[in-house]
């Protein structure tokens, strides 16, 4: 899923001001290797894993075996004897949608109608059933951490449109942070700047962004235009240090930010109808709703990738299945 991502990204039409350096060491555009229309991402992370044989898989069999034991055929595979139970079928009933004819369940009543602009991969498939490994792997290709996370490749390959936000940023559940932590979008062996950036749906995105007193703008630029200088003599004596280099840049990018979040973050332009379609100001959809659509107003200000996690693992469906799944749905 990843490669597929990048080559159609990495195909995207020419930016103004694109530079011809392949991952370069900033977030300047980049001119592509081949024409394309995917110009940016929004990347939904289902924490947990939704059962796709539940969603978009339709098991015939299933329904022919219900209640059926199976546990001679898979003991090598089963954790816990305890754990192996009969055949279940699905609760819930498929059906085919759209000119594509796509299989949908009942579990995602507005989904199906739009059947037919989506793109459903069959293809994809994982040997490990232990989270954290599987997490790595759909997050950079590989089962060990220590790879760049594939925002970051599209950030390394593509920089992004606007120097005044971050280019790859995450929107974390305000709840808590999903398995592996901040390793699900980190650069890896990149350099450190193409890592994400953490946005808080709330409140400042980016704690401690702006000073406690707001100076006066000729000072401010006085302050910024000093610690540029000291920076530069800071880095001629230390050559080479990608991780000073990125917090130099980091530091940059905030005075950029401190207009330029703000506004990204600032729904009250939007129209009631809209904030209605999102779901915000009502539970349980709130805090998600929100999310999503700070995504798509990062998104329309040209940053490159953006990803969203859901809170905890509420589509890690071991127990209670037809009324879990329906209220992640």
């Known amino acids: 899923m990843a490669g597929m991502a990048l080559l159609d990204l990495l195909g995207q039409a020419t930016p103004a001001g694109a530079t011809d350096a392949p991952g370069g060491p900033d977030a300047r555009p980049r001119r592509p290797h081949a024409p394309a229309r995917a110009k940016r991402a929004i990347h939904l992370f289902m924490n947990g894993g939704p059962s796709q044989m539940d969603l978009f898989d339709p098991k015939p069999a299933l329904n022919a075996h219900h209640g059926e034991p199976y546990f001679s055929k898979i003991a090598g595979e089963v954790e816990n004897v305890k754990d192996a139970g009969a055949l279940m079928r699905s609760p819930f009933q498929f059906a085919r949608h759209g000119d594509c004819g796509m299989w949908v369940s009942n579990a995602l009543p507005h989904i199906a109608r739009h059947v037919d602009d989506l793109a459903l991969i069959r293809s994809l498939y994982t040997t490990n ?21 594939l925002g970051s490749w599209v950030v390394y ?13 995450v929107l974390d559940d305000p709840l808590g942070l999903p398995i592996n932590g901040v390793e699900n979008w980190q650069a890896g062996f990149l350099p450190p700047n193409f890592q994400g950036t953490r946005f808080r749906a709330t409140g400042s995105p980016v ?21 540029a200088r000291l920076d530069a003599l800071h880095q001629r004596d230390r050559p080479g240090q990608p991780k000073l280099d990125a917090r130099i840049a980091s530091y940059e990018l905030a005075a950029r930010m401190q207009m330029s979040a703000g506004d990204a973050l600032d729904l009250s332009n939007e129209t009631p109808s809209t904030l209605e379609l999102y779901g915000i100001g009502k539970e349980p959809t709130d805090s998600y709703g929100r999310r999503c659509l700070i995504a798509r107003r990062l998104i329309e200000r040209g940053v490159r990738f953006v990803q969203l996690y859901i809170n905890a693992q509420i589509w890690d469906n071991h127990t209670g299945l037809a009324k879990d799944m329906k209220a992640a749905c």
């Open 157 to 169: 390959g593509l920089g992004s449109e606007n120097q005044n936000l971050p280019a790859y940023v």
């Open 129 to 149: 059933i232990t989270h954290e490994p599987a997490l790595y792997l759909i997050q950079t290709g590989r089962m060990i951490s220590g790879y760049p996370t």
């Open 207 to 227: 704690l401690n962004l702006k000073p406690e007193r707001e100076d006066p703008v000729e000072v401010a630029r006085v302050q910024r235009d000093l610690l």
